[in-house]
């Protein structure tokens, strides 16, 4: 049997593979074995960080793959973020079309706050859908629950995501949720921490910097209790409070 | 060298491990690892279920361990559950100080609406943290998403889960989040379906039946488009809007 061509004659297929918080065992049996049988893989490098963390997570995974490093912009800029990742999506067309297996891996979750939102927006213009597969993965709030054993939600409790940014959104939420993971909580720590404090909420409050990521995760299960290092990747998580039983 | 002799001196481990949401090859690695070299595995069965959708998963990966099904209470009443988790954790502690390595598995994330609330709160009162592993899990809510192919949430986006049983709290959230998450829908699927068009929601609703468990998956990606059969195990997740780039 002539493989190429055999090969040639079947459409190809695109994977948004989410590899979990950077931990090589924490990728699910699935995102393995897509990533072990793509043709390429695409890997997502911050244009601010020497070393890309997903390549370190899929590591033990890698070995015939085709592997193009995607250096992306981090600025909230939607021309640039367009222009990079719609590159990106040509050179998935490309090899789409010659029948490979294309997968893009991205650390946690593709769907939340997560580098393959921009590439998927980019091919659902170019591909049908049944062409795309997404594979889901271990978000990192859910790795740092995990290692300062928090546990998030039970009942009628609501967990509310968002990113620690916007200081009077985060003191607005304070009432609409039980619990409150925050995410890219490095760049506001001081005032973050004064916040929870006034509101009684400091002794609530775990973090937790590159979960599951070796030689980098620092944990801090009581906020009031230990000082918080500034790092990119800075997820805290406040216990505002349980609904009762119903 | 005396096997039962070493082990009864080494302390025993307990994990709490989050299996995905219902296929064999959405568990991570370490899930599989942990199950598969665990002593005892505890698996938790409804008892409005005629079979454990838990067991059901892991059963790829389970051979001469012993298993225990647990058949929990469903009624949201405090003593019944705590009775109920309390006598579970007892047989925990009975393994782990004979120094065997027992996992309770549960469906989806340990710490998102999970069984493994209640197990946990009942051992941390018995056992010191440092035996107690958590490990995390794809969440059903993720898995939905993935099979509709719908993004959850990007930039300043906020995602908030949620049960939909309290329909007054469900139309608070549209004011709050980007995306809205609402878990157990099936018991309220024909108010919400109106609460949903009213505000002109309908059309921006997705919903998953049991997301990712074999012969009972049902996808509804416009839900203005489908009816939704009932079902306990109903995600529904609406884009509510996305917050403007910064």
Redesign the interface.
Known sequence: MNVVGDRAAKPGSVHLV?I?PG????????A??VIQSADTLFVPRSERSDESLARRAIAPYVSHQEVIEHVYPMT???KRADASWGAVAEQVLGRYERGLRVAQVTLG??????T???L??AL?RLLP?EA?H??????AF??A???V???????????????A??LE?VA??FE??ETLVLYKAGRVLEPLRTLLAKRGLLERSAAVLYAEQEGREVLVEDWSRSSLPAGYMTTVIVSVGRRP??
């Open positions: 989410g979990g931990a090589p065992d924490l990728l699910t049996v699935r393995v074995r909230p800029d939607q979750d593709p769907l939340i706050y997560s393959s939102y921009y998927f927006s659902r859908p795309i997404i594979v889901p993965g271990v978000s859910q790795a629950g995990a290692r054993q928090r546990m998030l939600t039970i009942q009628q409790d609501r967990l509310l995501l968002m990113p940014t916007d959104a607005a939420a609409r949720c039983w119903a």
